[in-house]
């Protein structure tokens, strides 16, 4: 069983940055693929980006391309989504979730371990 606990969300101005993390718990966190979703009020949960397990492959929504990164450091289990450019439509809370392969997807429905989600508000 893994756990993953987000944090580094908050309140933004537009323009501004902020830098999530997703701390896993196991011992084969460097095993799995891992993705960042988000979800507004009153929408279903969407795709953010994704990372496989050597970090060698990353992919992004089109709707965050050139302003989000995703990044890990498999020695602290531990996966990164640093936020530039917030925009107030990235107001939603922001979900780690991990895949027991190492190649990631955009698939909600792929990803086994889920975060309790951390909420990031941008203001304009």
């Not at 990372?51 to 996966?79: E, L």
């Not at 936020?83 to 429905?109: G, H, I, Q, W």
Request: net charge positive.
């Amino acid at each position: 069983q893994v756990q993953l606990v987000e944090s580094g969300g908050g309140l933004v101005q537009a323009g501004g940055s902020l830098r999530l993390s997703c701390a896993a718990s196991g011992r084969t966190f460097s095993s799995y693929g891992m993705a960042w979703f988000r979800q507004a009020p009153g929408k279903e949960r969407e795709f953010v980006t994704h990372i496989n397990w050597s970090g060698g492959n990353t992919y992004y929504a089109n709707s965050v391309k050139g302003r989000f990164t995703i990044s890990r450091d498999n020695a602290k289990n531990t996966v990164y989504l640093q936020m530039n450019s917030l925009k107030p439509e990235d107001t939603a809370v922001y979900f780690c979730a991990a895949r027991r392969r190492y190649s990631s997807t955009y698939y909600v429905a792929e990803y086994d371990y889920w975060g309790q989600g951390t909420q990031v508000t941008v203001s304009s």
